[in-house]
């Protein structure tokens, strides 16, 4: 039951920082604005899906024998990225002709989706932080990180929107999850990603 609850904290602090950043841009930038903000964030959101679904199984597949997440969880980056990175790369140079198919008026919001798709690879290894936190049954672990995104993020939206506009939120989602990952990378994440043999058990934050 903690470990519902902690988990169920940290979800909520994830929703922050998805469902408000559309208000936020309505609120600091007008309507019009936001509904350009909407529609490129439904597209990567797209893309955003595609991390979560795959690290599930992962989560699921070592939550009885959380020694073997390293291994398994340096596979599942190489097969992710096999996927993001091509993906993503394709989003990126094609962005002026995907929202070209939305009419002419979303020619400006082609730098937000650049942006958006570029932080969908730090999100990927933020998504598997807290799949082992799961697995080895952190919870706590699983709140500071979300906390830590959710304050990023929308702090960075708050300080960028205004001199950037929609492209400031780009920057803020990029920062947020780039800052949270370089962290991970240089602590917990490390040991998967060097030395896959090394006991998810004896992993620390």
């Given at each position: 039951?903690?470990?519902?609850?902690?988990?169920?904290?940290?979800?909520?602090?994830?929703?922050?920082?998805?469902?408000?950043?559309?208000?936020?841009?309505?609120?600091?930038?007008?309507?019009?604005?936001g509904?350009?903000?909407?529609?490129?964030?439904?597209?990567?959101?797209?893309?955003?899906?595609?991390?979560?679904q795959m690290?599930?199984?992962?989560?699921?597949?070592?939550?009885?024998?959380?020694?073997?997440?390293?291994?398994q969880?340096?596979?599942?980056?190489?097969?992710?990225?096999?996927?993001?990175?091509?993906?993503?790369?394709?989003?990126?140079?094609?962005?002026?002709?995907?929202?070209?198919?939305?009419?002419?008026?979303?020619?400006?919001?082609?730098?937000?989706?650049?942006?958006?798709?570029?932080?969908?690879?730090?999100?990927?290894?933020?998504?598997?932080?807290?799949?082992?936190a799961?697995?080895?049954?952190r919870?706590?672990?699983?709140?500071?990180?979300q906390?830590?995104?959710?304050?990023?993020?929308?702090?960075?939206?708050?300080v960028?929107?205004?001199?950037?506009?929609?492209?400031?939120?780009?920057?803020?989602?990029?920062?947020?999850?780039?800052?949270?990952?370089?962290?991970?990378?240089?602590?917990?994440?490390?040991?998967?990603?060097?030395?896959?043999?090394?006991?998810?058990?004896?992993?620390?934050?």
């Amino acid at each position: 039951m903690r470990f519902a609850a902690a988990d169920y904290v940290g979800s909520l602090f994830a929703l922050t920082y998805v469902a408000l950043l559309p208000v936020i841009v309505i609120d600091q930038v007008g309507a019009a604005a936001g509904g350009q903000f909407y529609i490129v964030w439904v597209v990567a959101g797209s893309l955003q899906l595609i991390p979560p679904q795959m690290i599930s199984s992962l989560t699921v597949d070592t939550a009885a024998n959380p020694e073997n997440f390293a291994r398994q969880g340096r596979r599942m980056v190489v097969a992710m990225f096999r996927i993001l990175l091509p993906v993503c790369l394709i989003t990126v140079v094609g962005a002026p002709i995907i929202l070209s198919v939305f009419g002419p008026t979303y020619e400006s919001a082609v730098p937000l989706l650049r942006l958006l798709v570029i932080a969908i690879i730090p999100y990927s290894l933020n998504v598997l932080y807290l799949a082992l936190a799961r697995s080895t049954v952190r919870p706590r672990r699983i709140i500071a990180v979300q906390a830590a995104l959710a304050c990023l993020i929308l702090g960075s939206t708050f300080v960028l929107i205004g001199p950037f506009g929609l492209d400031g939120v780009g920057m803020a989602f990029l920062i947020g999850h780039a800052g949270v990952a370089a962290v991970l990378l240089l602590t917990s994440l490390r040991p998967i990603l060097l030395r896959p043999d090394h006991p998810a058990k004896e992993l620390h934050a």
